[in-house]
């Protein structure tokens, strides 16, 4: 781990011109072990500022204050997911970071991916006690981008998807946050959010709920809720960053 760290880190020291004005910073397991790995990137895919032996603020923190005051005050964008250690670190030392920040569309995808999931296997224990196999071998229709699926797993999740199951209900919320993605006007985003808050909370799942109140205590952070100026993620970076980034440990 301590010769990945270095070998990273030289980037940034060797690059002179590195672009450190949209960074993303995410986390994920090394060499598939479940020990975590805080990696730092820049805008351009496959470039690795830094690598951290954990998850912690202290580990973020130690990077940034490596950086010159013109460095943190050139960072136009950091976009990451919505682990309070990344979000402390950057508030702390980043210049106007709330305005900076960016919780991208992959993170809420799988923060309500995994909601999904969690109701997934709450009710096919609930059924498997009737004596139902209704979401038996499912797991991965619910997960799978359309796209993605044969014709012959498109018959079938039709009509999962179109059940009374509960994780339809819950896959039918998810899907309905995915789609405020395309609202780019900034008053018709944050009203759509608000509403989609609203359903989410009454949903009577108390997963889908946990990650509804995780959304709306981030939607400072989500591009399209605030801040018509700034944010400017570039399009197409960082969206699948622990894909990305395990090729580069």
Same mark, same amino acid.
């Given at each position: 781990m301590?010769s990945c ?6 980037v940034l020291?060797a690059?002179?011109?590195?672009d450190?004005a ?7 397991s090394?060499r598939?072990?479940h020990?975590?790995?805080t990696?730092?990137s ?16 202290e580990t ?9 005051v $013109?460095?943190? &005050?050139g960072?136009e =964008?950091v976009?990451m ?7 402390? %670190?950057t ?8 305005r900076k920040?960016v919780f991208g569309?992959?993170?809420v995808?799988k ?13 096919h224990r ?5 004596g139902?196999d209704d979401?038996?071998g499912t797991?991965?229709?619910w ?8 014709a012959?797993q498109q018959?079938r999740?039709?009509q999962l998807r ?6 339809a209900?819950?896959w039918a919320i998810k899907e309905a946050?995915m ?6 006007h900034?008053?018709w985003?944050? $009203?759509g959010? &608000?509403r989609?808050l =609203?359903w ?6 108390e997963?889908v709920? %946990?990650?509804a109140?995780t959304i709306?205590?981030?939607l400072?952070?989500?591009?399209q809720?605030d801040?018509?100026?700034?944010k400017?993620?570039p399009?197409g970076k960082?969206?699948q960053?622990?894909q ?5 440990l």
């Amino acid at each position: 781990m301590g010769s990945c760290s270095v070998r990273c880190n030289a980037v940034l020291r060797a690059d002179k011109e590195c672009d450190v004005a949209h960074i993303g910073e995410d986390e994920t397991s090394f060499r598939k072990r479940h020990t975590y790995v805080t990696i730092v990137s820049d805008a351009k895919p496959g470039t690795v500022l830094h690598v951290g032996e954990d998850r912690k603020k202290e580990t973020l923190s130690q990077w940034y204050a490596g950086l010159t005051v $013109e460095l943190l &005050e050139g960072i136009e =964008s950091v976009s990451m997911d919505m682990w309070p250690a990344y979000i402390n %670190a950057t508030l702390e030392h980043v210049p106007e970071a709330q305005r900076k920040v960016v919780f991208g569309k992959f993170h809420v995808v799988k923060s309500l991916g995994a909601a999904v999931d969690k109701v997934r296997r709450q009710e096919h224990r609930a059924l498997m006690k009737e004596g139902r196999d209704d979401l038996k071998g499912t797991k991965y229709d619910w997960l799978t981008h359309s796209a993605n699926k044969s014709a012959k797993q498109q018959v079938r999740f039709e009509q999962l998807r179109t059940s009374t199951l509960k994780t339809a209900r819950a896959w039918a919320i998810k899907e309905a946050a995915m789609q405020l993605w395309h609202r780019v006007h900034r008053p018709w985003a944050r $009203e759509g959010w &608000e509403r989609w808050l =609203s359903w989410a909370m009454r949903c009577r799942l108390e997963p889908v709920k %946990a990650a509804a109140r995780t959304i709306k205590n981030h939607l400072w952070g989500i591009p399209q809720c605030d801040h018509p100026e700034g944010k400017q993620w570039p399009r197409g970076k960082h969206q699948q960053p622990d894909q990305n980034n395990q090729s580069a440990l």
